[in-house]
């Protein structure tokens, strides 16, 4: 069974960073694709950013595009989501998600919710002016 826990959120000022990290206690944690997306209130889940198994492909969404970096550490089934210059608009709760997405789909299907099949309990974070 896939449990993930996100963690690393917190109250910050614009122009600060983060670093969010999400724990998978589960067993499929290196044959599976892992994305971050984020929700406001009032706002549908966004896509962020995603991972493949191996860590070699990545993709971002244009509004964090340079901003935020994904990546993952296989041997602590963990994977990170490094995020500078943060911005009052990126107040959310931030939610890791976990997929067994074929890799010549990953293309095709990353940032689509449903093509994930797990999801943390997500983290908030808070970017004051």
């Not at 990546?71 to 500078?84: F, G, H, I, K, V």
């Not at 449903?114 to 808070?126: F, K, L």
């Amino acid at each position: 069974q896939v449990q993930l826990r996100e963690s690393g959120g917190g109250l910050v000022l614009a122009g600060d960073s983060l670093r969010l990290s999400c724990t998978d206690s589960g067993r499929t944690f290196n044959m599976s694709a892992m994305g971050w997306f984020r929700q406001a209130p009032g706002k549908e889940r966004e896509f962020l950013a995603t991972i493949n198994k191996s860590g070699e492909r990545v993709f971002y969404a244009d509004s964090v595009k340079g901003r935020f970096t994904i990546s993952r550490d296989n041997a602590e089934n963990t994977a990170y989501l490094q995020m500078n210059s943060l911005k009052p608009d990126d107040t959310a709760v931030y939610y890791c998600a976990q997929g067994l997405i074929p890799e010549e789909k990953l293309s095709y299907h990353f940032s689509s919710p449903p093509s994930y099949d797990d999801w943390g309990q997500g983290t908030q974070v808070t970017v004051s002016s």
